[in-house]
């Protein structure tokens, strides 16, 4: 197992600890007994036993994980039902599940009695090896996608990675392309070692454990030195502006890390256009990042346009005309750019989807 982790924040410093098992995780919670549980539901049915040694049915609130639950019109019951439970201001909320059961947990925490003790056990590829540092909360508002949120780190973070053999093969490739955008973050070298154990990959939790330590170990820094993502912590959102634009015409049709995987080359296809990178650079990545997208590329052929460029015009990076993204130099050279919506942004974008994605 990688070595624990201690993350640096101005709320508190937090550990990321690794446990043999999800039962050995939830067992190493400490004061269980004033903790309420928030458990993603389906993962719940799947991992009862371990949940039922631990968790008292009493304390136990579950939720489906679904970009509807993780809505602000959603979230009054899921106050109404932890309140109810009898969590209390000295208690802790104690979060079982992915991204969204964490950007729930984290938003609730950070706000119910104006900040209350939570950990968090994040039990997808795409939250154990990217979203469960860096303190974020992002909770969708009527149609906008992630307008609200704060910055409230957990206070210890336990992770495991049995509970990874249950995910279906398109959760591994969600969580796959946050890991890729990460070593491309990183540089060529740990680009290259990913790739080769990728070429080689059947789904061994050891290879996915390996790189779950290696990509916090990347994203550490940066959340250290910007946690409040004012500067160098913007390039971690390699690939997200379109990456979200395509998740949201797609409603959702479309997995996140996916989409992030979909928006690292429509970036780098526009980084070309701009001449900030070799179509070379493009053209290989396009080949090898391929097995980790397809099929989707048809399910965003079938989206309207028009919704692509409004979810990008909403992006809460932006300002004024331009649109402010991560383009690319190569692996480990990545840059915050505005780049004009009308003449530059839409026809990449157009193109990249018309053309770069035929079957």
Not at 199 to 207: A, C, T
């Amino acid at each position: 197992m990688p070595p624990p982790l201690t993350i640096r924040s101005r709320a508190h410093d937090y550990t990321v600890e690794f446990h043999p098992d999800l039962g050995a995780a939830l067992a190493a919670v400490v004061g269980g007994e004033r903790a309420v549980w928030l458990v993603d539901r389906r993962l719940a049915a799947l991992q009862a036993p371990a949940l039922a040694a631990v968790v008292p049915e009493s304390r136990l609130l579950m939720v489906e994980a679904s970009e509807a639950a993780k809505s602000f019109e959603a979230l009054t019951p899921v106050f109404l039902g932890l309140l109810e439970r009898g969590l209390k201001r000295d208690g802790q909320l104690v979060v079982v599940g992915g991204g969204v059961l964490q950007d729930i947990g984290c938003f609730v925490a950070s706000v119910l009695f104006r900040g209350l003790r939570w950990t968090l056990v994040p039990t997808t590829l795409l939250a154990q090896a990217d979203s469960c540092i860096g303190s974020k909360s992002s909770i969708n508002i009527g149609p906008y996608k992630n307008q609200l949120g704060t910055f409230y780190p957990p206070h210890r973070v336990l992770l495991t990675s049995t509970v990874l053999a249950t995910l279906p093969p398109d959760e591994i490739r969600s969580g796959m392309g946050e890991i890729i955008k990460l070593q491309l973050l990183a540089g060529e070298a740990g680009y290259r070692e990913l790739m080769a154990d990728l070429d080689q990959f059947h789904g061994e939790l050891p290879i996915l454990e390996k790189w779950v330590g290696r990509s916090l170990a990347v994203k550490q820094p940066y959340i250290e030195t910007d946690e409040f993502d004012r500067g160098v912590r913007n390039l971690l959102n390699y690939g997200h502006t379109f990456g979200h634009a395509y998740e949201s015409a797609t409603h959702y049709g479309i997995p996140h890390g996916i989409g992030v995987t979909l928006g690292m080359l429509t970036a780098t296809f526009l980084s070309v256009r701009l001449g900030l990178v070799p179509a070379t650079h493009y053209t290989e990545l396009k080949a090898q990042l391929a097995p980790w997208h397809h099929p989707f590329g048809a399910t965003l052929r079938k989206a309207e346009l028009a919704q692509v460029f409004e979810a990008i015009r909403h992006d809460k990076k932006n300002t004024g005309t331009s649109v402010n993204c991560i383009l690319t130099r190569g692996p480990g050279r990545m840059e915050r750019r505005p780049v004009d919506f009308e003449r530059e942004l839409v026809p990449a974008v157009t193109e990249f989807i018309a053309h770069e994605l035929a079957p």
